[in-house]
T-cell receptor, first 118, second 116 residues
């Protein structure tokens, strides 16, 4: 079984500063994918960034980067130059090939609420 | 590409009634997923389809829950004899199966169910 742990219920950051949202995961699979989603107060889930377990370089997408440390089983999201519009709930999620079946469901963490102050 | 759509957006029902939700995925996506999200929690997987075949169901999906995806297009999620504990946001997502670990799922806006 897969498990995602996000230990920060809430984080605060000043506008234009960088912030790191923590995510640790647990799986017995060698091949897996890690995702970050953003959920604003309006409720829609917005895909931000993806990291594959065999990717040698950390993923980056604009202001988002993923600090992937495989040995520590962590996949922290770094948001640079925070903007007021970044205030939202952020979820870390995993897709893994459990038991040899296809990569289907995403397993989500409990989320971190990020508040960006002006 | 109009994205994933869900109807209705909100549903209020009385305990014991049956409810049905609909999800229309992105047209070329062959996979469709249902998740449930309660307040302050991350989404929990319920079930998913590849084309019309239901490939996996969570233990969360009790006998009162049933999902279908006729013809591999839209999907419906029915909850029979609703209970107050069923109150949640029901999220639908779709993806294009690449056969590998990359599985970016596109989510709909959700259906918020309130059981009185």
């Amino acid at each position: 079984a897969q498990k995602i742990t996000q230990t920060q219920p809430g984080m605060f950051v000043q506008e234009k500063e960088a912030v790191t949202l923590d995510c640790t995961y647990d799986t017995s699979d060698q091949s897996y994918g890690l995702f970050w989603y953003k959920q604003p107060s309006s409720g829609e889930m917005i895909f931000l960034i993806y990291q594959g377990s065999y990717d040698e370089q950390n993923a980056t997408e604009g202001r988002y980067s993923l600090n992937f440390q495989k040995a520590r089983k962590s996949a922290n999201l770094v948001i640079s130059a925070s903007q007021l519009g970044d205030s939202a709930m952020y979820f870390c999620a995993m897709s893994a090939n459990a038991g040899g079946t296809s990569y289907g469901k995403l397993t989500f963490g409990q989320g971190t609420i990020l508040t960006v102050h002006p | 590409d109009t994205g994933v759509s869900q109807n209705p957006r909100h549903k209020i029902t009385k305990r014991g009634q049956n409810v049905t939700f609909r999800c229309d995925p992105i047209s070329e996506h062959n996979r469709l997923y249902w998740y449930r999200q309660t307040l302050g929690q991350g989404p929990e997987f319920l079930t998913y389809f590849q084309n019309e075949a239901q490939l996996e169901k969570s233990r969360l999906l009790s006998d009162r829950f049933s999902a279908e995806r006729p013809k591999g297009s839209f999907s419906t999620l029915e909850i029979q004899r609703t209970e107050q504990g069923d109150s949640a946001m029901y999220l639908c997502a779709s993806s294009l199966d690449s056969g590998g670990v990359y599985n970016e799922q596109f989510f709909g806006p959700g259906t918020r169910l309130t059981v009185l």
